[in-house]
């Protein structure tokens, strides 16, 4: 099994953290969409048969696609790739963008999952954000969505300066008032070069304040628990049957093939990426010479990957798998280099057949077996990233 991503580049306006690849002029959208549709049939042997299980329109603003264009890019899939019976395809979506017109006329494709971009339902922070709508839209596209697709995420951003404990928590309640199946929440992040990053340096926006967030995120994880949410990874949140298969399959190692400029692929021991320009990205397809940079994987980069992956989800890092993949020394040497965190109650051991243990100090290596699996903690958690940096193999 395996997915397709498919990266639309445009958005109206640009978010002020965004670090993502897009363009606000739509003047090669025509272009671009043809460019896709040959990029997916240039394309059709690099997944080596495998069948489709999800398609994602990523972005960008993939909501900014009409409707026939969407089917267009569908079909082309499903012209060019074997797709299961009732695949998982998920539309990144804006609320500005999520008229009742455009809503009704959704549900009437093969798309069956809306991932809507809400951000915050207050509109000083969406201003502070330069998002391109309101929170009016945001209440006004779930009340008419809900009733069109079961299958709904929205994204929530947290650790927003001088957001109090009792604003984050009322974000959270409206969206529980629709009754959503998954929330995709994130804290919000300075990446370089965005104009947040520049606002920041400037001294015209407070610093991110990582205690704050910390606070949010620990609230997050309880109210979502109270709520019937499982938190299968760090930044998903999602009801029984409901978790991202796409998502997923990226945390779980399927292959997937990356269509569009700037999207990623992966196929087992190597990554690819196209270029991030939507110009010369055109130019070349339209020379059927698709500009994808090629990347083969070390056993240390696909050990760290796994890692990586691995303690961000609830499935965490089964020590089979890494014995045999990547050898008993390999084991050995995460065993070792995990004991601190077990120590600090940072990271656990859970025995498929036994409930979570922690060992005491000098028993790690003998109180595990074939079907441990390495998981972080609720202290854990927020630290993941860290964590898994320090158990990465660098040579």
């Known amino acids: 099994m395996a997915g397709i991503y498919i990266h639309i580049p445009f958005c109206k306006q640009a978010c002020y953290y965004c670090d993502f690849h897009f363009s606000t002029s739509l003047k090669k959208k025509d272009s671009l969409i043809n460019a896709l549709i040959n990029e997916i049939k240039l394309r059709k042997h690099t997944l080596q048969n495998k069948r489709i299980e999800t398609i994602y329109f990523g972005g960008g603003t993939p909501s900014l696609l009409n409707i026939s264009e969407l089917h267009l890019l569908i079909e082309t899939v499903y012209n060019n790739f074997e797709v299961v019976e009732t695949p998982e395809i998920t539309l990144e979506a804006n609320p ?11 549900s009437k494709t093969p798309i069956n999952r809306l991932s809507i ?5 207050f509109d000083d922070d969406l201003k502070m954000m330069n998002r391109a709508h309101n929170a009016s839209e945001s209440k006004k596209c779930l009340s008419v969505a809900t009733q069109y697709f079961n299958n709904i995420t929205i994204d929530l951003i947290y650790g927003i300066p001088n957001m109090s404990l009792q604003k984050w928590h009322k974000n959270l309640e409206i969206a529980f008032s629709f009754s959503v199946n998954h929330i995709s929440s994130y804290a919000l992040t300075v990446e370089p070069k965005t104009a947040l990053h520049s606002f920041i340096n400037s001294g015209k926006y407070p610093p991110l304040n990582e205690a704050l967030a910390l606070q949010h995120f620990n609230h997050l994880v309880e109210t979502t628990a109270q709520q019937g949410f499982v938190h299968y990874e760090i930044s998903n949140f999602g009801k029984p049957q409901f978790f991202s298969k796409h998502n997923t399959s990226y945390w779980q190692g399927k292959w997937y093939l990356g269509i569009g400029p700037s999207a990623h692929s992966f196929f087992g021991d190597q990554r690819a990426w196209n270029v991030s320009n939507n110009a010369k990205y055109i130019a070349a397809i339209e020379k059927k010479e698709p500009p994808v940079t090629h990347e083969n994987l070390s056993n240390n980069d696909r050990f760290n990957e796994y890692i990586m992956t691995g303690l961000r989800t609830i499935w965490g890092v089964s020590f089979n798998r890494v014995e045999t993949e990547f050898g008993s020394n390999t084991l050995n040497r995460l065993k070792k280099t995990a004991e601190k965190f ?6 656990n051991i859970v025995n498929e057949a036994k ?4 060992p005491k100090k000098g028993e790690f290596l003998q109180n595990t077996s074939s079907n441990s699996v390495l998981k972080t903690t609720n202290k ?12 990465f193999i660098l040579s």
């Open 355 to 358: 409930p979570s243990s922690t």
């Open 117 to 121: 971009g809400v951000q915050s339902f």
């Open 380 to 391: 854990g958690k927020f630290l993941a990233d860290g964590i898994a940096a320090e158990l």
């Open 342 to 347: 077990i120590a600090e109650g940072l990271l």
């Open 96 to 106: 500005d963008d999520l008229t009742t017109e455009k809503i009704i006329e959704l």
